[in-house]
Nanobody, 121 residues
Framework: QVQLVESGGGSVQAGGSLRLSCVDSRYTYRYSRYCMGWFRQAPGKEREGVATIGSDGRTSYADSVKGRFTISRDNAKSTLYLQMNSLKSEDTALYSC?????????????WGQGTQVTVSS
C-alpha cells in the first residue's frame, strides 16, 4: 500500500523558487502505473488541484500555476516532484501529494501529510 511523504516546503520571498518532493516510502511496485498529483489548501479555502502527471508522463496544471510550476516524476525512485518558480503570496498553502492507483487521475485515494509553503511579499 502506498505511503506518501512530502518534503521541501519552507518560507521564501515572492519571486523565489522551491522544489517539493513526495516519495512513496514503501516503494510500491505499481508506482509507475499510478497517476500522481499535487494539491494545496490555503487557510480558509478549499483544497485545489495544482498539477497531475499520469503514468504516461502526461501533465496537467491549474491555470494559476501554468508557466511557473513543473510536475515531474522519477519512477525508479518512487518520487514525485513539483518545481515552483516565480512564487507569489497567493501560492502560500499546505501542499499535499496524492496517488490514484487506478491511474486515471480522477480518484486520489492515497495522500501524504503535506508540507507548508509560505511566500512573503
Amino acid at each position: 500500500q502506498v505511503q506518501l511523504v512530502e518534503s521541501g516546503g519552507g518560507s521564501v520571498q515572492a519571486g523565489g523558487s522551491l522544489r517539493l518532493s513526495c516519495v512513496d516510502s514503501r516503494y510500491t511496485y505499481r508506482y509507475s502505473r499510478y497517476c500522481m498529483g499535487w494539491f494545496r489548501q490555503a487557510p480558509g479555502k478549499e483544497r485545489e488541484g495544482v498539477a497531475t502527471i499520469g503514468s504516461d508522463g502526461r501533465t496537467s496544471y491549474a491555470d494559476s500555476v501554468k508557466g511557473r510550476f513543473t510536475i515531474s516524476r522519477d519512477n525508479a525512485k518512487s518520487t514525485l516532484y513539483l518545481q515552483m518558480n516565480s512564487l507569489k503570496s497567493e501560492d502560500t498553502a499546505l501542499y499535499s501529494c496524492a496517488a490514484d492507483a487506478r491511474g486515471d487521475c480522477i480518484a486520489f485515494g492515497y495522500w501524504g501529510q503535506g508540507t507548508q509553503v509560505t511566500v512573503s511579499s
